[in-house]
């Protein structure tokens, strides 16, 4: 059992139907479950089992065809379009496979974007600089690798200091070495920041690194491991 005052998420019965007839496929079937506070959790599952639906859902750019989640005491199923958006806004930060930077603007523009209509942003420089990229501030898109491209992007989820961070494959699209760079940028701002992280991935491995681990298959909750000892992501066998 998780400490009542911990829970960030409360997600009850959730259920994602997409399309209708024979055509009808069910993406979560009834899932049900207590995310923490704080926590790095790291979802896992095969292809198709709903890992990047609930996550959309979870981070309110989609809604459930039935049941509730709860962030805090707000419940996010009943909420206006208006408020979700305000939601997003306020509190989640997305990183996913592709980078989804606007290629006519330097990195740190990029990031400003965000700050510029944030509540409550740290310098948009401060956030390129967590993420080791402060001689890269000036450079435009086609000028950095794909980790620093993700690395910009992690600067501008976090720039405007959400209180939950969700991660779709994050490391999808890179070399190890560079996926490394990228979990450990991951665990610093968990830590440092407290910032609640959720990374969805196919590399196993990456479970060892996290706090939770949940195994996810065919729209449902398989399994959840509570780690005892986790890893650095310096320390995880690739
Ligand atoms: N917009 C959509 N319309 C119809 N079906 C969809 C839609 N989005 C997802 N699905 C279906 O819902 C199921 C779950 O998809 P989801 O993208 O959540 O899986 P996933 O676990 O993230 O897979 P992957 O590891 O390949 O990213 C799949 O069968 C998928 O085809
Ligand atoms: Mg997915």
């Not at 019965?13 to 009834?30: C, E, H, P, Q």
């Not at 990195?107 to 944030?118: P, R």
Request: proline letters at 3%.
């Amino acid at each position: 059992m998780i400490n009542q005052e911990k829970i960030l998420f409360q997600v009850k019965d959730l259920i994602k139907t997409y399309g209708s007839g024979d055509a009808v496929v069910n993406a979560l079937r009834g899932v049900t479950v207590e995310i923490p506070a704080k926590e790095l959790i790291v979802l896992l599952g095969p292809s198709g089992s709903g890992k990047s639906t609930l996550l959309n859902i979870l981070g309110g750019l989609d809604r459930a065809t039935s049941g509730s989640i709860f962030f805090k005491n707000k419940n996010l199923s009943t909420m206006s379009e208006s408020a979700l958006t305000r939601y997003r806004r306020q509190n989640i930060g997305f990183i996913f496979q592709q980078y989804n930077l606007i290629p006519s603007l330097t990195a740190l523009e990029n990031v400003e974007l965000v700050t510029e209509i944030s509540d409550n942003p740290m310098d948009a420089k401060h956030a390129l600089e967590l993420v080791g990229l402060a001689a890269r501030m000036e450079h435009f898109p086609t000028q950095m690798s794909g980790g620093e491209l993700q690395r910009v992007a992690i600067a501008r989820a976090i720039a405007k200091q959400p209180s939950v961070l969700f991660c779709d494959e994050p490391t999808g699209a890179l070399d190890s070495k560079t996926g490394r760079t990228i979990l450990n940028i991951l665990q610093d701002i968990n830590q440092d920041l407290g910032t609640t992280i959720i990374i969805v991935t196919h590399a196993m491995a990456t479970g060892a690194m996290a706090d939770r681990t949940i195994y996810f298959s065919d729209g449902n909750i398989d399994q959840i491991k509570v780690n005892q000892h986790k890893l650095t992501a310096d320390d995880i066998e690739w």
